[in-house]
């Protein structure tokens, strides 16, 4: 492989645990809360710059895992000849050099009179500006602001805002995408498209962090409300050229087995990647660029499969094999997990199950009671039961059926894997500079190592669980969200409702008025029940939309106001 040579090369950073790993013959000298830290300690330190994927940090972290891996006896995996597994991704979008739009001779300052939307492409912007109004044609409603079929060689101007306003009894409200209304823009065939809107919330700044979503062939920009005034005059011609950037990099899953020369193998997996300097836009404070350390996501669970795995060679268990895999891209869409699962080694496994730990350092308690959460516990009927009869002391498990996610057990759920996910829930510093290793509750992770082994234990019999499909309401709307109302729901609440765990700045619910340890019950006219529920609500809504957010707060129900 290509990184091998430059993996080898690399100074790495190596803990103290590495001499104290190789100096004992087990684990009996050393407490498994201090060698969790002491991992977590390694992946976590400033040096390692947030493991961004693609980066010579996710290389060194890739290392440091591989070296546990074979001091602790793991070898290679079946159909892969090393530890190391090499994916291909593609970045976010970013500004390229090239970027200009010109009008009557004179250039146009990027990023305040106008910016590009990474919903189109990189070309020339060129020709007479066409004023389409809304951009809504609605036969039902007998509108339309298209008095063409074609508008070859044109570009069409598009304001965002509705006809009748956005708010939840707007007739419009089936039109007022505006995504929707590109989609029916491009269906006029015009060279590309000028979008404008007075809302914040669909403004330059808010189109700046629209890096993932999908692209059209053919320029699409957003002007300021100054310059759409310009534009909206007759006989106006612009001329523009827009650059955007795209990089195709390498990413690195870090893979050990052990062979018992079984008929089924076990998946135990964590991501080990995490957000760098917030390069891709993934962070809660956009305008930071300090390292992200992500200590409890998802240093937590990779340390957790370390140990994991020392634990299955001291414990001798023989029924199954054994694969430990840390993910890298999963930050970026689970990116690592989907090409494993695409890999002909992994045809070959015959996987009976997976673990997925992430985020597992923050174990709380209530009333002295820990609780864990494990998601996908309707992929198999083994979960609930042994959930139910394997009792821990001062332990107390939330489950949830749903077999996806946005974990890396989602990846094998769809491959028709029984797969669960450990969590130990959410908190204020998730995605943030702020996610550091004194902020673990060691102890608490090896609650949940104890827990994970005890059920690795129990079903170490060389029987392939059976699969069942769940019902998948609330993931099969991920990747058609438009809308975040900026919320950290807690995972591990049981209330009727979604609670909310922390509120991010600069979001529509802070601008709401939402705060944390709300329970949302309602959004529109749309019934909160769960996570599953609120996502789904959320399908209905637009940038730039308004509708009531209901929540409970302190015993009293509270409507609020909300703009997305």
Not at 130 to 137: D, L
Not at 428 to 457: C, Q, R, W
Not at 479 to 500: A, Q, R
Request: include cysteine.
């Amino acid at each position: 492989m290509r990184f091998l040579s430059v993996i080898a090369g690399l100074t790495l950073l190596i803990s103290a645990c590495d001499s104290q790993h190789r100096r004992r013959e087990n684990k009996s000298d050393v407490a498994t809360a201090e060698l969790l830290k002491k991992h977590v300690s390694v992946l976590a330190h400033d040096s390692l710059e947030g493991r961004l994927t693609g980066t010579i940090h996710e290389k060194k972290a890739a290392n440091y895992i591989a070296n546990q891996f074979k001091e602790i006896g793991l070898i290679y995996a079946p159909e892969f000849d090393g530890y190391f597994r090499e994916f291909s991704f593609n970045t976010p979008f970013k500004l390229g050099e090239n970027n200009l739009l010109e009008f009557m001779g004179e250039p146009l300052e990027l990023e305040n009179d106008w910016y590009p939307v990474p919903l189109g492409s990189s070309g020339e912007l060129k020709g007479d500006v066409v004023n389409v109004a809304y951009g809504i044609k609605a036969q039902d409603l007998n509108f339309n602001n298209y008095s063409a079929d074609d508008y070859s060689g044109k570009i069409l101007l598009i304001n965002l805002e509705s006809p009748d306003g956005h708010h939840p009894h707007s007739k419009f409200k089936d039109y007022n995408s505006w995504r929707k209304r590109v989609e029916m823009a491009v269906a006029h065939n015009p060279s590309g498209i000028i979008l404008h809107h007075s809302s914040e919330n669909l403004g330059i700044e808010a189109m700046k962090g629209m890096t993932h979503i999908a692209r059209e062939e053919m320029p699409i920009i957003h002007v300021s409300d100054s310059l759409a005034e310009i534009l909206m005059g007759k006989e106006v011609r612009i001329n523009g050229l827009i650059d955007l950037q795209q990089e195709e990099k390498q990413g690195i899953n870090v893979l050990g087995y052990i062979n018992n020369n079984a008929g089924k193998t076990v998946v135990v997996g964590a991501h080990y990647d995490h957000l760098g300097h917030g390069e891709y836009g993934n962070s809660r404070e956009p305008n930071s660029t300090d390292i992200h350390n992500g200590a409890d996501d998802n240093a937590s669970g990779t340390a957790t499969i370390i140990e994991l795995a020392r634990e299955v060679k001291i414990r001798g268990l023989k029924g199954n094999n054994y694969l430990f895999i840390a993910f890298s891209g999963e930050e970026l869409g689970l990116i690592g997990s989907s090409a494993f699962c695409k890999t002909t080694g992994f045809d070959k496994l015959n996987i009976s199950y997976m673990l997925n730990f992430d985020m597992v350092g923050r174990l709380k308690a209530d009333s002295g009671i820990n609780e864990i959460a494990i998601t996908g516990t309707g992929t198999s009927p083994v979960w609930d039961s042994m959930i139910t009869n394997y009792k821990m002391a001062d332990v107390k498990v939330n489950t949830t059926s749903s077999g996806l996610g946005s974990s890396d057990h989602s990846s094998f759920y769809l491959e028709g894997i029984p797969a669960i996910h450990f969590f130990t829930g959410s908190h204020e510093d998730y995605h943030k500079p702020s996610d550091d290793t004194e902020k673990i509750n060691f102890e608490g992770m090896e609650v949940v190592f104890n827990y994970a082994m005890n059920l690795l234990a129990e079903l170490d019999n060389d029987s392939k669980l059976t699969f069942t499909k769940t019902q998948d309401k609330s993931t099969r709307s991920y990747s058609k969200l438009k809308v975040t109302l900026g919320i950290m729901p807690s995972y591990i609440s049981n209330d009727e409702g979604l609670l909310i765990e922390a509120v991010t700045d600069g979001k529509p619910a802070q601008a709401a008025g939402i705060q944390r340890d709300d329970l949302i019950v309602r959004i529109g006219s749309h019934i909160v029940k769960d996570m599953g529920s609120y996502m789904e609500a959320l399908m209905h809504f637009d940038k730039g939309d308004n509708t009531e957010v209901e929540v409970v707060r302190n015993g009293e129900n509270v409507v609020l106001k909300v703009q997305f």
